[in-house]
């Protein structure tokens, strides 16, 4: 971040735990910032300060509006703050000389705003729910590596359109082993898993390709949380380049293309009116879906690519990782912190996956708090998060029956 103590942002937005995973992002950036949660405290607090930037819903920019609009006279120091507004689809209606922000919102995402940079996601260019690719590559063989077999089912399914050969496995250790059965084009390698974590896993990996003299396999980082210098720290342990959690797929689009030049054949014509038929039918029937108490189906539709079949086999999955993921919680937070931080931090990107974004946010903190081995938050907080996955776990189950006559 640059010059971080000179951007004092303004959070506003009432749904408090989107809200709390701005700031825990903005206080790790070193980066000033007040947060409130209802209309009189913005008001009275928008033309106290001076802000660099306001953070806000989409949902509340017409309520914002007319405090925003007023002349620079009535704001602190004569200067209208910048507004970015945080966005659930990409689809939202264009408003002029205004930055739209993602929900999850990444850190990097937030780093790009405040330093002024282009941000593809945050500008939605190629939205995740287009689902639009221009080449697929039948030819190319990839290893994906993720501790959590909900992701393993996402990311399967974000990259069955490009009709590539995929194999998975859940530990480092197997991807090594794998690696030295098997000629990959690709592998996506999942950086915080417990035992052997991504960065031990591609130095091992690494190691075996010198003294085997076989060519070196690009490998991804797949990251959910990154953050600026991310880049550079994973290309210093071996990694090619990453990819960060939950997969926007114009960013897959993108590293496949990069990393898999010679592989890749154009869609032609037909074929890509053909898919465009079938996603029309298959967006009619996403509009018959039951809800699920606790997530944005629509959103976890999108986040795994925009398929409704897909969705639900990831769902089959994710109440069984919830369940066995609790006792750990439970078991670790008091013995094993670190072990405790790995598996609260799989749990929040495989519920952001499905659309639970709750109990994502509540991941997070109790992530951030495991990080700084704050005990006394864990202690009052993690009863409430085991409950909200317990709940969620019980209305997936009930769920995936009734999803069967759909």
């Known amino acids: ?36 949660t209802n209309q009189n405290e913005f008001a009275s607090s928008l033309y ?19 405090l925003m609009q007023q002349g620079e006279a009535v704001f602190c120091g004569g200067k209208k703050p910048h507004l970015a507004l945080m966005i ?3 689809n939202e209606a264009y408003i002029p000389n205004t930055r739209f922000v993602s929900i999850p919102v990444q850190s990097l995402s937030i780093a790009n705003t405040l330093n002024g940079k282009a941000d593809r996601q945050d500008n939605f260019e190629g939205s995740i729910k287009s689902g639009t690719i221009r080449r697929t590559f039948p030819n190319a063989r990839l290893l994906v590596v993720d501790d959590i077999i909900t992701n393993l089912k996402v990311t399967d399914g974000l990259l069955s359109p490009y009709k590539v050969k995929i194999d998975s496995c859940l530990s480092g250790t197997e991807a090594i082993e794998l690696v030295k059965r098997n000629n990959y084009d690709l592998i996506f ?33 797949l990251t959910a949380n990154a953050v600026v210098g991310m880049k550079e720290m994973f290309i210093e342990n071996g990694f090619n380049d990453y990819l960060s959690k939950p997969i926007d797929v114009s960013k897959l689009d993108e590293i496949l293309d990069r990393w898999l030049p010679e592989k890749g054949e154009i869609i032609n014509k037909k074929e890509e009116i053909k898919n465009n038929m079938e996603q029309r039918i298959e967006n009619k029937e996403q509009n018959q879906i039951l809800a699920i108490p606790g997530i944005d189906m629509q959103k976890g539709i999108a986040m795994t ?46 519920c952001a996956n499905i659309g639970a974004m709750d109990a994502s946010a509540r991941a997070l903190a109790l992530e951030t708090a495991g990080k700084d081995a704050d005990m006394a938050f864990i202690r009052e907080n993690l009863p409430i998060f085991i409950q909200q996955l317990t709940e969620l776990s019980k209305n997936i189950r009930a769920f995936i029956p009734a999803s069967d006559s759909l």
């Open 189 to 221: 390698m999942d950086h915080m898993m417990p035992e052997m974590d991504g960065i031990e896993a591609t130095a091992s990996i690494r190691a075996w390709e010198k003294d085997s003299t076989r060519q070196q396999t690009p490998i991804i980082a």
């Open 305 to 350: 690519g925009g398929k409704l079949d897909v969705y639900k086999n990831v769902l089959s999955f994710i109440y069984k990782d919830i369940e066995e993921r609790l006792p750990l919680l439970q078991k670790t937070y008091e013995t094993d912190l670190p072990l405790f931080t790995i598996n609260v931090h799989a749990l929040k990107s495989a």
């Open 1 to 36: 971040m640059e010059e971080p103590e000179k951007k004092k942002v303004l959070v506003y937005e009432s749904r408090v735990n989107y809200a709390n995973s701005v700031c825990w992002s903005l206080e790790n950036m070193k980066v000033p910032y007040t947060m409130v």
């Open 48 to 66: 106290r300060e001076e802000w660099f930037y306001v953070f806000s819903g989409y949902g509340l920019y017409e309520k914002i509006k007319p």
């Open 88 to 90: 659930d689809w990409g």
